[in-house]
C-alpha cells in the first residue's frame, strides 16, 4: 500500500463517519415513531405499557452509547482545534 | 414532619449556597483559572434547564395520566441532540461567529439586522415565556404547600411565598446576569449555579426512583408487573399526537429563549456540543427512567391525591423526610434554574432590541458611544429581569388556578416554535427574506395566540363571552372550534394551522420578496458558515490567543513598540513575566493603538478574529471598506498633486532656461543696440563737428559729410521706427488697410524693394509665376514688409557660395503657404525658437546689419493678419512658411 492510497482511504472514512453522524436522528426518528404507527391500528388497542417502557429505555441508552461512539470517532478524525466537516467545508 | 419555617430556612441556605457557588466561578473566570468551568460536563449540565419544574412534578402526573406520553417531551430533545451533527454545529457556529446574543438577534442578524423583526420576536418570546415563568412560581409555592399544610395539596399556600420567591430570583439574576456588559454575553457564574441544580435535580429524582423500586416495590420485575396491574397498562397515545409532541418539544429546545442562551450563547466552545451530543439524551433518559414505576406507585398507595405532586407526597407518604426534602430542592432548582435563565434571556432580548432602541431614538443625536450608553444598557437590563418576573408573578395571581395553568408548558412550546421556520429556513435557505420571516412569525404567533394562548389566559367576562361567540359572532372564528373543526385536540389543531400558516406564508413571501444587499450577505453567511468561519478558539483564549495578538500587533506598530506596549500592559495586570492576559480591557487598549495606524474597523476586526474567534460581520467589513476608500482616496489625491507639482517644476525650469536665453540675448542685443546707435551718433557728432570748427572746408567736401550725417541720422529713424513698429503691432493698436490684390503683385513689389533683382544683386530669386496668380483680400503693404524681410534675411545670412532662394507657393484647399527657402545652412536647432523673438540676431560669421526686429515685426504683422509665420526645418536651408489667412482668399 502506498501512502497516498492510505490517505485517501482515510478520507473517505471521515467522509462516512459525517454520514453516519448525519442520518443518526433519522435512525432515531425510526425507532421513536415507528411503534406508535404499527399500534395505532383499527381496534385502537395499544400494547403493554411494561414492555414498551422497557423497549424505549433501551433503544435510548442505545442511540446514547450510538452518539458517543460517533462523537469520539468524529473526535478522533478532526483532532485539535478542527471542528468536523471542516474538510470538506459543507 | 419538616416545618415550614424549617423548610424556608433550608431553602434560604440552598439559595445562600448557589450565591457562593456563583460568586466564586465569577471569580475564578475572572482570574482565568475557571478550567473546570469550561468543561463539556458543565455545558451539558447547564443545558438540563430544559427540564423545568414542570417536568420535574409534572411528568408524574402525565405518566399517571397518559402512560407513556410524557416520554414525548424528552424524545424530542433527544432527536435533536443526536442530530447535532447536522444541526445544532451550525447554530452554533452562526451564533459565535456572528456573536449571536439572544434568539432574537440570530433571527434579526439573519434578516439583514432587522430591528422590527428583533421587537417581534421578543414580543413572542415573552409572551410565550411569561405563562411558563407563571408556571414555575406555581410550583415552587405549591411544593410549600404540601409540607404547610400535608393533605391539601390542591389548596394555594400562602401568597407572600411566590412574591419572595420572585423577588429572590430577580435579585439572583441581576447580580450573576447583568455584572457587566460582556463581550460575549457568556455568565459563568449563572452557568455554574445552573449546573450544580442540575445535579440537584437529578440526584432527587433518581433518589425518589431508586426509593420506589427498591424500597417500595421489590426490583425492576415486580414495577413492571405492577404496571401490568395499573390502569395505564394499556398504551394507546393515538399516533399523531405521539409523533406531534416529540416535534414540537423538538422545536422548543431550538427556539425557547432560554434553551437557545445555554445552547448557543453560553457555550464556551464548539467541541463540547459533541460531548452534549450523548450526555445529555442520557441525562434525560435518567430523568425519565424512574418517571413511570413512580406513577404506578403514587397511583397505587396514593389513589384520589394530585398525581403531579407524587414525587413529593409518595416519600412524605413513607416518612422520608430526608429524601422529601431532597425532592423539594430538586424541585425547586427546577423553578430557579428556569426562571433565572429564562429572566436572563428576555432582559438581554428586551434591552436589546426593544428599549435601547426606544432609548436611542428619545435621544437622538447623543453620542452613542459614550459610556452613558453602557449604563442605560445595563439598567435596561436589570429593569427587564425585574419585569419579566414581575410579568409572571402578575400571570400567576391573575390565572389563578392550577387547572388553567397545568397545560400551559406545551402551549409555550408551540408559541415559541413559530420562530422554528424563519431559524430553520434562515440557516439553510438562502432565499429567506425578512419580509417572509416577519410575515411568518406574525401569523402563526396571532393564530397560536388567538386559538390557544387566550382561550387558556381569559379570564375575564368579556373575554369569555367573545371566546365563546367568536368575534361578531362568527362561529368558524370561536378558538375552541378553529374553523368549525368541533371535536379536536385543540394542541395538535392549533400546531397544525399555527405552524402550517407560518411555513405557508413564509415559504410565500420570501419566494415573491426581493431581499435587501444586506440579508442577502448575511444571509450567505448563515448558509455557509462552514466556508467563511474557522472553529472557535475556546474562552479563556489565554497564551495563544496573546501570542498572536503581539505577532499582529508587530507587523503593525512594529516591534520596538509593540513589545513596549505588551510589557506595560503585562505589568499592569501583575503578571510582568509573562504576556497579558488578553480581557476587555487590554483588548480595548490594543485595539485604540491598532487602530492608529490601520483604522478603527480594521482593528476591530483583526483583533477580533484573533480572540474572539468570530468572523467579521458585514458592518465591519462595510465600514473596513470605507477605510480603505477613504485612504485610497487620500493617497490618489497626493499622486495627483505629486504629478502637478512635477509638472510645473518641469515648466518652471522651461520657462526658467528660456529666460536666461533671453536675459543673454537681450544683455547681447543692449551691448549691440548701444553699438547700432553709438556708430551712428559718433559719425553725426565727428562731422557735424568738422563742419562747425573747420570753416575752411571746401562745399564739395561739406555737401559729402552732410550727406554722411543725413544717411546715418536716416539709419537711426529707421531702427527706431522699427522698435515703433513691433510695439504698435505687439499691443495690437494697428491699423489694416485691406484691398483686392494679386500675390504675384505683393512678391513682385517685395522682390523689387529689396534689390536682388539689379545686377549684382547677389542671391538668384526662384519662382513659380503659374502658381502665384492668386486675388488675395489683405492689407498688401503689411504683407510686402513681411516678405520683403524675409528676402533680405536670406540675403544677408545664406552662407552657400552660390546662394538661391526659392519662394514656392503651396495650395491646400482654403488654405495658402508661401514658402521661402535658401540653400544655405539654416539655422542651426537650439537658436530656432529664439529667432521670432526680438533682438535676436544669428550669431553668424557674417557681419549683420539690422537691429533683429526684422523677424518678431514679420511674425506680430502675420498673426494680425490673421495667418502665422513658423520656421519649417528640414527642407535643406533656412525655410520660412508664410500662412496666409483662409480669410484672404474667401474674401477675394
Known sequence: MNRRLFLERRTYRRNRLQDAARLAPVLAGFLFFGPVFILTSETGVGGGTGGWLVYFLLIWAGLVVLSAALSAALGRAFPQDRAPGEAEGD | ?892
Open chain 2, 1 to 892: 414532619m419538616l416545618s415550614l419555617n424549617g423548610l424556608v430556612a433550608i431553602s434560604v441556605l440552598y439559595v445562600a449556597g448557589l450565591f457562593a457557588v456563583a460568586f466564586l466561578a465569577e471569580k475564578r473566570a475572572a482570574e482565568g483559572r475557571a478550567r473546570w468551568l469550561n468543561s463539556p460536563i458543565v455545558y451539558t449540565l447547564s443545558l438540563s434547564i430544559y427540564t423545568t419544574a414542570w417536568t420535574f412534578y409534572g411528568a408524574v402526573g402525565s405518566a399517571a395520566r397518559s402512560g407513556l406520553e410524557f416520554m414525548t417531551i424528552y424524545l424530542g430533545p433527544t432527536l435533536v441532540f443526536i442530530g447535532w451533527f447536522w444541526l445544532l454545529r451550525k447554530l452554533v457556529r452562526i451564533g459565535r461567529a456572528q456573536r449571536i446574543t439572544s434568539i432574537a438577534d440570530m433571527i434579526s442578524s439573519r434578516y439583514g439586522k432587522s430591528g422590527g423583526l428583533a421587537a417581534l420576536v421578543t414580543v413572542l418570546a415573552v409572551v410565550g415565556t411569561t405563562p411558563y415563568l407563571a408556571l414555575q412560581l406555581q410550583s415552587v409555592t405549591l411544593s410549600f404547600s404540601v409540607f404547610a399544610q400535608p393533605g391539601v395539596f390542591d389548596e394555594l399556600g400562602n401568597d407572600a411565598t411566590s412574591v419572595w420567591v420572585a423577588s429572590g430570583l430577580a435579585l439572583f439574576t441581576i447580580i450573576f446576569g447583568t455584572r457587566s456588559l460582556d463581550v460575549n454575553e457568556r455568565h459563568p457564574g449563572l452557568v455554574s449555579a445552573i449546573a450544580l441544580e442540575a445535579i440537584v435535580k437529578l440526584a432527587a429524582l433518581v433518589a425518589v426512583g431508586l426509593f420506589v423500586v427498591w424500597g417500595v416495590a421489590s426490583g425492576p420485575s415486580d414495577i413492571l408487573a405492577r404496571i401490568e396491574a395499573s390502569p395505564i397498562s394499556q398504551w394507546t397515545s393515538n399516533g399523531a399526537r405521539w409523533v406531534g409532541l416529540t416535534m414540537l418539544s423538538a422545536a422548543a429546545i431550538l427556539c425557547l429563549p432560554r434553551m437557545f442562551q445555554v445552547l448557543v450563547v453560553e457555550n464556551a466552545d464548539e467541541r463540547h456540543l459533541a460531548t452534549a451530543a450523548w450526555a445529555f439524551p442520557l441525562y434525560l433518559l435518567l430523568m425519565s427512567l424512574f418517571v413511570l414505576p413512580i406513577a404506578v406507585v403514587g397511583l397505587e398507595m396514593l389513589p384520589g391525591s394530585n398525581p403531579d405532586l407524587y414525587v413529593l407526597t409518595l416519600p412524605l407518604a413513607f416518612d422520608q423526610d430526608g429524601l422529601a426534602l431532597l425532592v423539594f430542592l430538586g424541585g425547586f432548582s427546577s423553578a430557579t434554574s428556569m426562571v433565572i435563565i429564562a429572566a436572563l434571556a428576555l432582559s438581554t432580548m428586551l434591552s436589546n432590541h426593544i428599549i435601547v432602541p426606544i432609548w436611542l431614538r428619545i435621544t437622538v443625536g447623543d453620542d452613542p458611544m459614550t459610556g452613558d450608553m453602557r449604563r442605560v444598557a445595563l439598567m435596561a437590563r436589570r429593569l427587564s429581569i425585574a419585569g419579566v418576573l414581575a410579568l409572571g408573578l402578575i400571570y400567576y395571581r391573575a390565572s389563578g388556578g392550577t387547572e388553567a395553568l397545568a397545560s400551559i408548558g406545551l402551549i409555550a412550546f408551540l408559541g415559541v416554535a413559530q420562530v422554528l421556520p424563519a431559524l430553520l429556513g434562515g440557516i439553510f435557505w438562502r432565499g429567506a427574506t425578512r419580509v417572509g420571516a416577519g410575515a411568518g412569525i406574525a401569523t402563526g404567533f396571532a393564530i397560536w395566540a388567538w386559538v390557544l394562548l387566550l382561550p387558556n389566559a381569559a379570564t375575564s367576562g368579556l373575554m369569555q363571552g367573545l371566546l365563546a361567540e367568536g368575534p361578531f359572532g362568527i362561529g368558524w372564528l370561536r378558538p375552541a372550534t378553529p374553523l368549525g373543526l368541533v371535536g379536536a385536540d385543540p394542541l395538535l389543531t392549533a400546531m397544525v394551522l399555527s405552524l402550517g400558516a407560518n411555513m405557508f406564508i413564509f415559504t410565500l413571501m420570501s419566494l415573491v420578496t426581493f431581499p435587501s444587499p444586506m440579508e442577502r450577505l448575511q444571509g450567505a453567511q448563515f448558509v455557509n458558515v462552514f466556508d467563511h468561519s474557522a472553529p472557535a478558539l475556546g474562552w479563556q483564549a489565554g497564551a495563544a490567543a496573546a501570542d498572536d495578538l503581539l505577532i499582529m500587533a508587530r507587523r503593525i506598530l512594529g516591534s520596538g513598540r509593540a513589545g513596549r506596549l505588551f510589557q506595560d500592559a503585562a505589568r499592569a495586570q501583575g503578571r510582568a513575566a509573562s504576556l497579558p492576559d488578553p480581557n476587555p480591557d487590554f483588548l480595548k487598549m490594543l485595539e485604540r493603538e491598532l487602530a492608529g495606524s490601520v483604522g478603527a474597523a480594521t482593528a476591530h476586526a483583526m483583533v477580533y478574529q484573533i480572540t474572539g474567534g468570530a468572523t467579521v460581520s458585514v458592518r465591519e467589513l462595510l465600514a473596513v471598506a470605507d477605510e480603505t476608500a477613504q485612504m485610497m482616496e487620500y493617497s490618489s489625491r497626493l499622486e495627483r498633486q505629486s504629478q502637478e507639482l512635477t509638472r510645473s517644476a518641469r515648466r518652471l525650469r522651461e520657462a526658467n532656461q528660456k529666460l536666461t536665453e533671453l536675459g543673454e540675448q537681450k544683455d547681447a542685443f543692449l551691448s549691440q543696440i548701444s553699438h547700432e546707435l553709438r556708430t551712428p551718433m559718433t559719425s553725426i557728432r565727428a562731422f557735424s563737428e568738422l563742419l562747425m570748427s573747420d570753416a575752411g572746408l571746401d562745399a564739395e567736401t561739406r555737401a559729402r559729410f552732410s550727406g554722411i550725417i543725413n544717411a546715418e541720422s536716416l539709419r537711426l529713424t529707421r531702427l527706431l521706427d522699427d522698435l515703433l513698429d513691433l510695439s504698435v503691432l505687439e499691443h495690437g493698436r494697428v491699423t489694416l488697410n485691406e484691398s483686392s490684390v494679386s500675390l504675384a503683385g505683393v512678391l513682385d513689389r517685395a522682390e523689387h524693394a529689396t534689390g536682388v533683382m539689379e545686377a549684382g544683386g547677389r542671391i538668384a530669386i526662384l519662382r513659380d509665376p503659374g502658381a502665384e496668380e492668386i486675388t488675395l483680400w489683405t492689407d498688401p503693404d503689411r504683407l510686402a514688409q513681411v516678405f520683403i524681410n524675409l528676402i533680405s534675411n536670406a540675403q544677408k545670412y545664406c552662407d552657400a557660395a552660390a546662394p538661391e532662394l526659392r519662394i514656392s507657393v503651396l495650395r491646400n484647399g482654403p488654405r495658402i503657404d508661401v514658402e521661402f527657402t535658401d540653400n544655405g545652412s539654416g539655422i542651426p536647432p537650439h537658436q530656432r525658437r529664439l529667432i521670432f523673438e526680438k533682438f535676436t540676431r544669428l550669431e553668424t560669421t557674417r557681419d549683420a546689419q539690422g537691429a533683429g526686429l526684422g523677424l518678431a515685426i514679420s511674425r506680430e504683422v502675420m498673426a494680425r493678419l490673421g495667418g502665422g509665420l513658423t520656421y519649417v526645418p528640414g527642407q535643406g536651408g533656412a525655410a520660412f512658411r508664410v500662412r496666409l489667412p483662409a480669410r484672404a482668399l474667401r474674401a477675394a
